[in-house]
């Protein structure tokens, strides 16, 4: 077996689908033709797992012919149909029917692979109210008392199963049907607990107005709260509308997630698919650690369950990327919507931590350092609004703007005029006396003229800018407020100690770059920033710039070139550093420290899924902001950003994060304080990570 790397099976992913046949009620020689033909469908596609409806191969909506011996005679046949047709077929097939077992009839999901009948699964909540007379017909699960049945002449498993395929532990599915997922604790609950990662839903499930919203809501909950996959089918075309209507919805979900959702009152027969990500559901249960208490205490409900080898075959060897969308921002939702109410979020949050801050302190007064750049501009726009909801003055931010050596004109102009936006007591110290100072103690070679830009010199500045922060604070009975973002701890990209890397609380740490990027562009177009007038200054109002000018500031900030401005420019005033230069683009380094720091991802899945967002600009969704480029890596360029973020992340970088300031942690995506999502040894080396990485190709296609 190949480890093809452009294959999604070979990076614990699976591609599943749920099929929604036309039907026509009492005929089972045709729903069966219809099933097959979609099945073959989704295995030329590549798919492992194929669900179809509740009691599809009769028709649901079959009520008293169910108990017509030549009806269920045909339903037999039927599935031998599909059982001979999927000896062709790679992937498992879900198919709903009526079975018989000793003088009783259930309503069942009968799972096939290659040629052969797998398990079956009875209904466990037979509804018997409104519309549904189910147990005019059927019998539940739990009057089966046994454990195997008799069909189309061989004994197959009966009851709670799980099955597992053999080529992939971690795709374990279980079969529930259309009311057991209604209820307050579903069956499929416990086959999570029991293993199953993916749930299957065979429903028939008619439709009335809002049921379509509340399935989602359903659906959505029950893989959330079972950190699995939720693959939900329902009947369509061709049911009897004698007293019901039916939509066919079909939707996948992964925990919580939509994946795909077909189009309802289709008058077709039609397949949804979608690329679940088994690895993450494993991993999210190894880190939600009540996953695991849970299993303990549903100890006997779990031991109910066997888990049965399904023969399937993955296409392993085949090219097959992935066809889910893969977001280039994982910490920005591309949708506008969206992502104005994550901005908003988490504006608010950096606002109200600030605010108990100061609160707990009895502290009203903050000092920042003002660089023009972009996290110190979010940071003053956080401490702007605090003021502004504390009730107090705008004077009361103590911003310092510090010219060094490097520092250009571009961001001292932009630092002035964000502070006079602001409405702030804006000062200027000019850093490089005590600089100078300092190098000439330490008889460094610049203090004599030379050009050496070594990182002493470097630091030198960075820590006279926190110095003077922090003795300022201590004369004006002030905190200290930091402005380095996650992105930058990540990396290690700041200086240790006396540096940006100190503060007294930092309203940044758990925000990555690409969304402080995002968040100074909503301030911008949404006007919370407001103007110095609306704060009660005790000079009065003295903002002089319109809100458009204000909005031109912030828009300036995004468009400069990202440098921490230590090492002189050389010509035309720009900055000798880039910092991208040095680590990497942020847009790729976020999306590496997401999905390491978030779910613990080898590199070389981090490097398919980043090949799988960023190789082509032009698919998929981009926020429509004009502050980014629409740039595309091939994985030579992801392999060689990823190598610079796993040495800086796992190698050199710890020890700072070891000991960072308090600072609010945002989002799901993780924080790196030592005192919530990470705790990690200060000397652990990089070999592991940079040697999975090694087995990543410089072509994908190779």
Not at 508 to 536: C, D, F, Y
């Amino acid at each position: 077996m190949t480890n093809r790397f452009l294959n999604l099976y070979n990076h614990d992913f699976a591609r599943v689908a749920v099929g929604v046949p036309q039907c026509r009620v009492a005929d089972p020689a045709f729903n069966a033709a219809q099933t097959i033909a979609l099945a073959k469908q989704a295995d030329a596609e590549g798919a492992v797992l194929v669900a179809f409806p509740e009691l599809g191969i009769p028709a649901y909506s079959c009520e008293d012919l169910f108990q017509q011996r030549a009806l269920l005679d045909a339903c037999n046949a039927a599935l031998a149909d599909i059982v001979a047709a999927s000896r062709e077929l790679g992937a498992a097939l879900i198919v709903g029917m009526p079975v018989r077992v000793q003088q009783r009839l259930f309503n069942c999901a009968v799972v096939v692979a290659r040629g052969r009948i797998h398990g079956v699964v009875p209904k466990t909540y037979l509804p018997n109210y409104s519309e549904f007379y189910e147990a005019r017909q059927f019998n539940a699960a739990d009057d089966a008392g046994v454990d195997t049945v008799m069909l189309l002449g061989e004994d197959v498993p009966f009851g709670s199963l799980i099955f597992e395929a053999a080529d992939q532990p971690l795709l374990r599915f279980h079969c529930e049907i259309c009311e057991d997922v209604w209820v307050p604790v579903p069956p499929s609950s416990f086959a999570a607990l029991a293993g199953a990662t993916v749930l299957v839903n065979l429903s028939a499930s008619n439709v009335v107005v809002g049921k379509s919203a509340y399935r989602h809501q359903l659906v959505a909950q029950q893989s959330a709260r079972c950190l699995a996959a939720y693959l939900y089918t329902s009947a369509g075309q061709g049911e009897s509308t004698t007293d019901l209507a039916w939509d066919g919805q079909a939707l996948i979900y992964e925990n919580g997630d939509l994946l795909a959702e077909s189009e309802r009152f289709a008058s077709a027969s039609h397949l949804i698919f979608a690329d679940v990500d088994l690895e993450r559901l494993a991993r999210e249960r190894m880190h939600q650690t009540t996953f695991g208490v849970s299993v303990r205490r549903h100890a006997d409900e779990v031991a109910r369950f066997r888990t049965i080898k399904v023969d399937v075959t993955l296409p392993r060897e085949a090219e097959l990327p992935l066809a889910r969308a893969i977001g280039r921002f994982p910490y920005v939702p591309a949708d506008a919507q969206r992502r104005d109410e994550r901005c908003h979020e988490v504006y608010n949050i950096q606002v109200q931590a600030l605010m108990q801050r100061l609160a707990s302190s009895k502290i009203q007064k903050v000092v920042i350092g003002v660089s023009g750049g972009l996290d110190s501009t979010h940071a003053l726009l956080v401490c702007a609004k605090v003021m502004d909801r504390l009730g107090l003055p705008r004077a009361n931010i103590l911003a310092y703007t510090m010219p060094g050596f490097a520092t250009s004109e571009r961001t001292l102009r932009q630092a002035r005029e964000l502070m006079e936006a602001v409405g702030c007591t804006a000062r200027e110290i000019d850093i490089r006396p005590s600089c100078m100072q300092m190098l000439k103690d330490l008889d460094h070679p610049f203090a004599k003229g030379e050009e050496v830009y070594d990182v002493t010199f470097e630091n030198v500045q960075a820590g006279e800018r926190t110095n003077h922060l922090f003795r300022l604070a201590n004369h004006l009975g002030a905190i200290v407020i930091g402005t380095g973002d996650l992105s930058e701890l990540a990396l290690g990209w700041c200086t240790y100690g006396v540096g940006d890397h100190m503060s007294h609380y930092n309203v940044n740490a758990s925000v990555p770059k690409t969304l402080i990027m995002h968040l100074v562009r909503w301030v911008a177009e949404t006007g919370q920033l407001g103007g110095a007038a609306s704060a009660k200054s005790a000079k009065g109002a003295r903002d002089s710039k319109d809100a458009g000018a204000r909005r031109n500031v912030l828009i300036d900030i995004l468009e400069t070139e990202i440098s921490p401005e230590l090492v002189p420019g050389k010509a035309n005033g720009a900055p000798e550093q880039r910092t991208e230069h040095f680590i990497g683009p942020y847009e790729l380094q976020d999306f590496n420290l997401y999905y390491t720091l978030r779910f613990g991802y080898a590199p070389r899945k981090v490097a398919f899924l980043s090949w799988s967002a960023w190789h082509d600009a032009s698919t998929g969704r981009w926020p429509d902001e004009g502050h980014l480029s629409r740039n595309a890596y091939d994985l030579v360029a992801i392999k060689r950003n990823l190598r610079i973020f796993l040495d800086r992340f796992f190698r050199t970088s710890q020890f700072k994060r070891s000991c960072i300031p308090n600072a609010p942690k945002v989002g799901t995506g993780g924080s790196l304080s030592p005192r919530g999502d990470w705790r990690a040894p200060s000397d652990s080396e990089s070999v592991v990570w940079l040697a999975d990485l090694e087995t990543v190709p410089d072509d994908p296609h190779a």
